[in-house]
């Protein structure tokens, strides 16, 4: 049980083109959904924080006209990458959690993000 | 702010090696501590937690100590396998910060027959 998918799991894209990335929660009901950046050798940057039915909380120092987060339903949130230039390259990670608060989260596989 | 800290690798070891990864933390308060397992080509897992001092968390045979005075929560296995190569995430979830995670950069560990 409490499994999270990523769709795609690798995307390459044009500078200058948007991308978007889904997260599913599979057998459970996700009140709050996480994104994560991650680049090579570094720790998960958490980026925003969404839930179900409002706006997404952004961490400081990410763009949210740049990075579009939507959490239309208790299963699915996408991201998604305006205007995508080479430095917005990196491996992209959700996870789901039931409660939102102190509650365990679960992880996505990632997705690989390569913009050319 | 908070922060986690812990070794770098990779770490290779032989099978039925005994290992140690090294995780530090800074924190106001009294946070949650976690280890994360990363296998290839999946989702991070929860290996096992530990949420106040001198807690141990245990899992699959690893464990880790919640050490407040020194700001520790090492993770341990006395004998490791090939199926244990994996990334292992460090990671910390502060008080009054609703869930959110500070993870540390991740060890590789490889193992050997």
């Known amino acids: 049980g409490a499994v999270v998918s990523q769709h795609p799991s690798r995307v390459i894209c044009k500078s200058g083109t948007s991308v978007k990335i889904e997260c599913r929660s599979l057998d459970f009901q996700a009140t709050t959904m996480f994104w994560y950046r991650q680049f090579p050798k570094q720790s998960l940057m958490l980026m925003a924080t969404s839930n179900e039915g409002s706006k997404a909380t952004y961490e400081q120092g990410v763009e949210k006209d740049k990075f579009l987060i939507n959490h239309a339903s208790l299963t699915l949130s996408t991201l998604t990458v305006t205007s995508a230039h080479p430095e917005d390259s990196s491996f992209y990670i959700c996870?789901?959690?039931?409660?939102?608060?102190?509650?365990?989260?679960?992880f996505g596989p990632g997705t690989r993000l390569t913009v050319t | 702010g908070n922060s986690v800290t812990q070794m770098e690798g990779p770490v290779t070891l032989s099978e039925e090696a005994f290992l140690t990864i090294n995780c530090t933390y800074t924190?106001?308060?009294?946070?949650?501590l976690f280890w994360y397992v990363q296998y290839p080509g999946e989702g991070l897992q929860l290996l096992l937690k530990a949420t106040k001092a001198d807690d141990k968390g245990s899992n699959k045979g690893f464990e880790a100590t919640y050490r407040k005075e020194t700001t520790s929560f090492h993770l341990e296995k006395g004998s490791v396998q090939v199926s244990d190569s994996a990334v292992y995430f460090c990671?910390?979830?502060?008080?009054?910060?609703?869930?959110?995670?500070?993870f540390g950069t991740g060890t590789r560990l490889q193992v050997m027959l």
């Open positions: 990671a910390l979830r502060g008080t009054g910060t609703a869930s959110k995670l500070t």
């Open positions: 924190a106001t308060g009294y946070p949650s």
């Open positions: 996870s789901a959690s039931v409660s939102g608060v102190n509650h365990e989260q679960y």
